[in-house]
């Protein structure tokens, strides 16, 4: 053992490396020695104001750009669910829409507030829906979407898996729930024409539901869910179904229903002819028909471009508030920890 | 343990044999050599020598790792829920939950699986090592290891290990004399010298034990290494088996050709196996706070789910009222026992099962796996450091356990070893004391504390003054075992003798007027030992092997003075000697007679000699209270001198001996011989007590001849580190059994005690006690001294108080016999409350026990962590009752390196371990660990603010893959990388901040309030992330052509933005990014979109919503990448808001030193 004094001074503690065994490396011994080569990047006052400028100046035109998107969109909502029933049911809404004799045509009128460009979207928006109820999400049979009769296990789809003693396709309570309010529309006095299809998924309709897989004895039961498919078209090709299906994440939502390729005008008075079919009063649901354009981002909502911009603001309010801050206070300085290493060590 | 298998042998054996003799419980052991009347039946049923170290079988490996595996609670909970996942109660498919918790106990169980094939390996290797076994006729033959049995004759061959644990017969030697290594099992290397019992020593070639049969009765297998008691029956005289006859398993036979064994213990029996026992296993402060956040989370858990179903049940049952069907969409006619809206209740509380499995995210199923890798990279770290890495003896710093690597940046008091430990234990024999006359003008290295640091300066104690010593001061020790050392080149370089006195140098002795006691005295240096003298292999000259540094000292004095010790055999001792009679040098051969062995009780140890004039000698050196209390009284004449000289040395920081003689008449001789060996023959365990007391019995009426002084010198570096570690905030206390004069001595020299600190000395050693003592009544004195202490303490205590105020550092020594006062029950608080208002603590005269005791006062009292420090086996029990041992491995030996946590090379290198690897470690491993929970609460919680907008049914917001792989997939290897790489600050800034250390030491890192934090982080980000992509997504069109998102879309964008918020709150949160972070941190987010397409391309059957959802919706929808963006800077935002402030308005000292200028330059 060494015995010469001061071979390792105090200062450095013994940091002076010893000779490196020659057979390693120098990468290596960095490595072994925690001393790769890094980036430390640590939160001094300059680089937090700049992160926060920075921010701020990108976040405040995305967010400008997102609103002015948003706010392009022209939307026409109408409640008709508590208008659609007549006055002598208003009190019992629930007989009324369970009541199959009695007629549920409806007429509304929207009225277009400002220029709408083609295309539209139609959809319709229910609320206190809960499609994600687990019981609910869970009951389908995704194998028999595809194969239809063929694949005989649908235990997944109870409690909606059989009716009389045959298997039901589609099966599961999603199906047999399907919305089946209808919509036409006019304008003026001529009917609208409104494009039904290429409203579901793409991948859904060629990859989760079979082309030859028709309807089988769906709606058969003695309690009526939703609406009836047609037993003549191949799943494939039903799209409100296809469209129902993709469950939404929250209560309250909206489906696609068509699309319309013709610009609206603003002061055009739609007719809307409805069947009120749909039974969401049992558990105080809304219903709503939907009119609106879209943008590059999608639908009306200004949460997100709102957002950006109040959030790029606070962004440069807080970077000019800390360079105000460090300015008239600069940190203290880590001179005076040298020699204060009788700092209390006592203290918890 | 193997008292169950004694019971399973006992059962077989055989009433025939006469066990009358064995004495009892504990000596049952019966070994037959040869025999073969005697029947394979009849033998007592000892297992074959195959040694299996492994853990687990092929066979049983499978249960028994699983068993241990889930004998976790975070294992068995998620194993519980996998198998409930089965069930229709499960939210998700079972994978979700299977996958993380095969991935987990998978990794750990190959873990487990490599390291116990590491281990069979070796004992494949081992047990079929080849060994020569008689085969009971005429021969030996060739055989393995694993097929010796008990009651085997065996030839070992020189250099190769013994199979098992042997008697030895006889020796290549004519003596019956063999040398042995014992490195592997107590890390000693100097060579023991083994003898075999006078009857067997015939027994000398192949063909001797032909007539040869022996009954050998033992005890049992035992740990002990360094007792046996036994006995052998030969030819019918019963013959007394001791250590000294014992070959141990995994020691090695060395110079001699070869030696004949008997096997007496084999395979698990052995010595070296029976000790093979794993340390009790020690678990950081962190880790046991880590289980009870682990609590708190399961409480959460709970708490969380019994909400949920409260909330379910409520709105499961009002989905029929009076008859009617509220949301009739879910058919609450036909509904299922989980959803029964008559059985709301019952429903209720399967839904909090539901709960438990789809919140069970909270529960950091990887954690474990991921510390347990963390550490051992950490460990291999601290085993590759350079900077600890001693040249000089080629040692490697070593964690033995990666369990407390944290704890290492917590160490709060330091419970330090004096020799070997803060001195080289390289002893140098500087002065001796002989019939009163003080010789030697040696200087010591003790230096007076007042200098500078760097100063090792050396001041003169006594003597007249030589020049040409201050040379001496830069000679530089050289390894023992050195076989090119010289000692003709320059007796300035011989190692261990340090004495420049001319007065007995050159032989100069001879002329001073007390040549008789000086001829006596190193008689005493050069006879009584147990040294071996080795002849190197070069030339003739000789170097010895000592069992203790302070022994080869002596016999190194005595030669350099004149007295050689050349050769030892079983009956002698011979010496080259300068004969003053005759005027020149002769070789002199002394009849050893009898060797009365050190003992801690008699503090001495003694040789019994008949010189060539066949004159009876008693040589006895030892602790001078163990032979000033035994002087006869025509022994006294220069007690006083010797006493004070004594004195003088001690405060000079030098280990003193006591030399004594005494002749012996025959008669005297003959009687204590028979006792002696009456005590030597017993085979019971308190043999050790009777031979003790036959020793008293003749170690008695001594002459005194002087006494010797040995020099320890300070390790290099340590008053540097010790200053270091006292700025760092360490309190340090020194245990040692040095006299208190030599510890305060060896305190200034080391820095423990600096100018102007205020001296506490409690102490009995005061003439009122002396008197008190010297009149014998032990009551009295006992009272006394309890009273003395008691009034000592109160004090000391209330002078601390009081200049509390003024801020002087105090310091508290105290010595063995207080301390055995102040250790009891009632002085105990008041003793550590004052010690640890002292700055330093030095305990003098400590025994192994007391030295276990303090520590766990200390450890007990103060709550904070403690580490032992020490190098020998009187260090064991403190090492091991310490939350920390760290061992150096020295020149001592292995035992303390064998019982410790860490092992390091020399006490410098304490400095950084805990300033920078501890400190690292405990960064690392807390913020690891608060980093764990974030993102499982980041993660859980999301999943509960989605339930609450969906009636609480237990519906998870994400695909079931998706959740399988977040713990195991996309955030698993950043956070290995963070605790494994992360550094806040360079070493050099820890080693130049030791103040640094206070932050594990005050637990700033893992307070309560931080982890607290830490998980409300995770609460917020976890609602921003779901309150701003629902508010962003809501109803409207998701994408330019109109279609909405569903449940699909917005878990998808959920799920982006919890992974990219946890690894980005990861690389806000690293202060140290090398390539690795980067690969970690970036790597695991572009996983996550590599794996969504991929995974996407499974069919809809497997991947369900998630078919195709990153390619046909999300990756060219400019919606989906702002909301994701705004989300994640929105989530981090709490975080940094806050840690900007803090180290900015509010900083922390490692706040204020990381953002030093000196410190920003690598």
Known sequence: MEMEPGSSSGSSGGSQPHSVPSRRSRAFYRFTQQNLPACKPALTPGLVIITFLLLGIICVPVGLVCLHASRSVVEIVDRYDIECIPEQYQSNKVSYIKDSMISKDCKRDLKVQSHMKAPIYIYYELENYYQNHRRYVKSRSDKQLL??????????????????????????????????????????????????????????????????????????????????????????????????????????????????????????????????????????????????????????????????????????????????????????????????WNRKTSAR | MFGCLRRRWSRRRSGSLDREKTSGAGYSRVVHCNNPEIQEDDRPLYPLNAVSTTKYTIANFLPKSLFEQFRRVANLFFLVVACVSFSPLAPYRAVSILLPLVVVVGATMAKEAVEDWRRKKQDIEVNNRKVMVYDGSHAFYQTEWKKLSVGDIVRVEKDQFFPADLVLLSSSHDDGICYVETMNLDGETNL????????????????????????????????????????????????????????????????????????????????????????????????????????????????????????????????????????????????????????????????????????????????????EIVKVLQSTFINNDQEMYCEESDKPARARTSNLNEELGQVNTILSDKTGTLTCNLMQFVKCSIAGVAYGSGLTAVEPGLGGLKQYCTFEIEGPSHSLAVSRRTVKSFEIDDPSHSPAVSRKTVKGFNLRDDRLMDGHWVNEPNLDFIQKFFHTLAICHTVVPVIGNKSSEIYYEAESPDEAAFVVAAREIGFEFYERTQTSISLHEFDPKIGRDVDRSYTLLNMLHFSSARKRMSVIVRDEEEQLLLFCKGADSAIFENLADDGRLFELETKRHIDEYSEAGLRTLAVAYRKLSEEEYKTWHAEFLMASNAVTADRDEMLDAAAEKIEKDFILLGATAVEDKLQTGVPECINKLAQAGIKIWVLTGDKLETAVKIGFACNLLRKGMRQIVVTLDTPDMNALEKQGRREAFEKASYESI????????????????????????????????????????????????????????????????????????????????????????????????????????????????????????????????????????????????????????????????????????????????????????????????????????????????????????????????????????????????????????????????????????????????????????????????????????????????????????????????????????????????????????????????????????????KRMPSTSSP
């Open chain 2, 192 to 371: 023991k010298t083994k003898q075999c019992l006078q009857v067997t020593t015939m027994l000398c070639s192949d063909h001797s034990f032909q007539k040869f049969k022996a009954l050998i009765k033992c005890e049992d297998p035992n740990e002990n290494l360094y007792s046996f008691v036994g006995t052998m029956h030969h030819e019918g005289t019963q013959y007394p088996l001791s250590p000294q006859q014992i070959l141990l398993r995994d020691s090695k036979l060395r110079n001699t050709q070869h030696i004949y064994g008997l096997v007496i213990f084999s395979g698990h029996d052995t010595k070296v196996m029976q000790n093979a026992m794993d340390p009790p296993s020690k678990r950081s402060k962190i880790e046991k706070r880590m289980d009870k956040i682990i609590y708190i989370l399961f409480t959460s858990l709970v708490v969380l789910s019994s909400t949920g179903s409260i909330f379910f049940g409520i709105q499961t049952k009002q989905d029929i009222s009076d008859g009617k069907f509220k949301r009739w969409y879910l058919r609450p006619d036909k509904s299922s026992v989980l959803f029964d809206p008559k059985g709301a209740s019952l429903a209720a509380f399967c839904h909090f099962l539901t709960g438990l499995m789809l919140f069970g995210c909270f529960i950091p199923i990887s954690l474990y796996i991921s510390i």
């Open chain 1, 147 to 340: 194969h239809g009769l063929k694949y005989r296990d649908t235990s997944l789809c109870k409690p909606q898996e059989t009716s009389n003693g045959l298997p039901i396709v589609p099966c599961g309570l999603i199906a047999w729930s399907l919305f089946n309010d209808t919509y036409s529309f006019v304008r003026g006095t001529t009917a609208m024409n409104i494009s039904r299809k290429n409203i579901a998924w793409k991948s859904d309709q060629d990859h989760k539901y079979g082309k030859h897989v028709y309807p089988f004895n769906s709606q058969n039961g003695s309690f009526i869910g939703g609406g009836k498919l047609d037993p003549n078209t191949p799943l494939s090709d039903q799209e409100d179904l296809i469209v129902w299906m993709r469950t939404a994440a929250l209560p309250k939502f909206r489906k696609l229903y068509g699309r319309i390729k013709e610009d609206l005008n603003a002061g055009e008075v739609i007719t809307v002819h409805l069947v009120n079919n749909y039974n969401t009063y049992s558990f105080g649901g809304k219903k709503k028909l939907v009119f609106t354009t879209s943008s590059w981002l999608g639908g009306k909502n200004d949460f997100l471009g709102l957002a950006y911009a109040a959030t790029g603001f606070s962004f440069i309010l807080v970077a000019i508030l800390f360079a105000l801050i460090h300015v008239k206070n600069p940190r203290p300085h880590g001179d005076a920890i040298l020699s204060s």
């Open chain 2, 790 to 1153: 008691a009034r000592q303490l109160n004090e000391a205590h209330s002078q601390v108080t009081v200049s509390k105020e003024i801020s002087i550092p105090f310091a508290l020594i105290i010595d063995g016999k207080s301390l055995g006062f102040a250790l009891s029950r009632n002085l105990e608080n008041l003793f550590l409350d004052l010690a640890i208002r002292c700055a330093s603590v030095i305990c003098c005269r400590t025994s192994p026990k007391q030295k276990a005791m303090v520590t766990r006062l200390v450890k007990g009292g103060t709550r904070k962590t403690t580490l032992a420090i020490g190098d020998g086996a009187n260090d064991v029990g403190m090492l091991q009752e310490a939350d920390i041992g760290v061992g150096i491995s020295g020149v001592e030996g292995m035992q303390a390196v064998m019982s410790s946590d860490f092992a390091i090379a020399q006490f410098r290198f304490l400095e950084r371990l805990l300033l920078v690897h501890g400190h690292w470690c405990y960064r690392r491993i807390a913020a690891m660990i608060c980093y764990f929970f974030y993102k499982n609460i980041t993660f859980g919680f999301t999943l509960f603010c989605f339930e609450a907008y969906a009636s609480f049914s237990g519906e998870p917001a994400y695909n079931d893959w998706y959740i399988a792989f977040y713990n195991v997939a996309f955030t698993s290897l950043p956070v290995i990388a963070l605790g494994v790489f992360d550094k806040d600050v360079s070493s050099r800034t820890c080693l130049k901040f030791p103040l640094l250390h206070q932050d594990g030491v005050q637990n700033i890192f893992f307070s309560w309030t931080r982890i607290i934090r830490w998980m409300l982080n995770g609460i917020c980000s976890s609602i921003i992330i779901y309150f701003l992509s629902t508010s962003s997504i809501l109803i409207q069109a998701f994408r330019h052509d109109g279609k909405p998102a569903g449940l699909a879309e917005l878990g998808v964008t959920m799920y982006t933005c919890v992974i990219c918020t946890v690894n980005l709150q990861m690389a806000l949160y690293l202060s140290y990014f090398t390539w690795i972070q980067h690969l970690f941190i970036w790597g695991s987010i572009l996983f996550w979109f590599i794996f969504l397409v991929i995974y996407g391309f499974f069919p809809p059957a497997i991947s369900t919503t998630a078919y195709l959802v990153f390619i046909e919706t999300c990756y060219q929808n400019p919606f989906y990448w702002l909301t994701a963006l705004f989300t994640v800077i929105s989530a981090l935002l709490p975080y940094f808001v806050y840690s900007t402030l803090q180290a900015n308005i509010f900083p922390k000292y490692h706040d204020i030193v």
